[in-house]
């Protein structure tokens, strides 16, 4: 039965649906494509404000704002449940983050956006103080993906009103509703009119892009690309943070039961819709059978339903479940087996049965494509080395995992695999440590999001002040000096500036 959205209409109003159900989560108004450049304007006045204000009062509204979300956390996840069908388990992981990352933010703005002197490169220069400001790029467009619809839509955004920009948002037109209450809950913490939230899809999205000043894209690779494109023409930074198709590999001297929870926990979690899900496992043959047989037996004991008491949940939509059914399908008839699931569940809703897949190889779209899924494909490998060729055999790189017991030998697996971030006997973490940057190698993305006080400032730009300690020796180099002066000068400059080379060549 089918319970997911038909083709919105993307003018006046639309009814969104929960996936899981088919019951109506609410309502959305599009915004019309022709007023986001009114609304950008509006942005780009109030931020002057927001800027001058300074980064201490700055964190007084984000945390506020924080404040707000924990207060408000039951209400924000009974709506992130009825448009997305999430298990509460799984709605409940969202919040949290957020609120973390915020209190991070508020830690190290001040700091961030704290100028930088830097001492002058050449003696004469020494008169001179050199400052780097960091001055906010006015409105940052954030375009969202639905999967993680508060965290992905303000995960960045927070980084960017703490630089002192205004935020111009558009969430996924699958997801519309969350960020409508997130922007009424920026209001309610006092925050001012540098955040607004547009509703649409490609048309709005473009033209977001065409009335920001920087583009902050999660997505496919895709969609990224065209924004890219998009962003070159008006000469507009960018940072995208694509797809992946993250591999596990696991030693023969792993820690099974904890491998095993870690792959059906990273590939089932939130319906294997995460960009850094577990989406093929490589293991070694010593020990794949136990592997596979501990991750079967937890797989059967995952309860599948939207809200309460549930592992996960339903997936967005129609259209996302038929992607996984054909990986699925595709897999088994070219000679792999499903040892879990492998359908659509009955009933009603978009669920697909968690699938444990053995028995594939790269000649498969389970193996090669993003699934985005609630699936699991196991490839038995001979050893490490084949391990990690089969691992960067991918247009992606967004993250991975390794499984040893001695964690110097996963270490060193790590700096052999070609991607953003490694967890060694873990998944996902690298997400929860935002000291560190999380950005995607070759089609995964391009920039990265967090990596302490580079997560704030990537939203500026640097402006160099440099003003006089004293005025003693300037413009020594005008032209009213004697031109047997300005001679001398230039000769002096030679010698000294070749001091060094002349030292360094000996
Ligand atoms: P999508 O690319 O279909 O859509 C993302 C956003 O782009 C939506 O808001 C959509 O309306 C907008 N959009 C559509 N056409 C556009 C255009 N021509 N120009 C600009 N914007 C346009 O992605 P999705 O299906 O919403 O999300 C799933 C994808 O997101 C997966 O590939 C997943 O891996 C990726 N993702 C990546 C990360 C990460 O951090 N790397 C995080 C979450 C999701």
Redesign the pocket.
Known sequence: MTTTNPAPTFSGTDTVLNPASGEVAGEVHWTDASDVQGIATGLRAAQREWERRGAKSRAKVLSRFAIWLGDNRDEIEKLLIAETGKSSTDAAQEVPLLIMILSYVIKVMDEAMAPETRPASLPMMRIKKVAIHFRPRPVVGV??????PVA?ALMDAIGALAAGCAVLL?????TPLTAELLSQGWKAAGGPDVFAVVQ???E???A??DNSDYVQ????????R??AE?AASRLLPYSL????KDPMIVCEDADIDLAAHAAVWGAMFNAG????SVERVYVLDAVYDKFVAAVVRDVEALEMGSGEGKHFGSL?SDA?LAIAERHVNEAVAAGARALTGGKRAAGPGAFFEPTVLVDVDHSMACMTE?T?GPTLPIMKVSSVDEAIRLANDSVYG?SASVFSRDVARAKDIALQLDCGAVNVNDVISNLMCTTAP???WKT??IGA?FGGVDGIRKFCRQETVVAPRTNVGAGGNYYHNSLKALARMNGLMTRMALARPRRTAK
């Open positions: 375009i969202a993906p639905w999967n993680y992905n558009k969430p996924s037109e699958q649409g899809a490609r709005v999205a473009e977001v892009i894209f999660t997505g496919s690779t895709g969609t990224g065209k924004v998009r943070e694509l797809g992946g819709q995460t960009c850094v967005i996302q993003e985005f967004l999380m950005g995607g995964s993305g999001r």
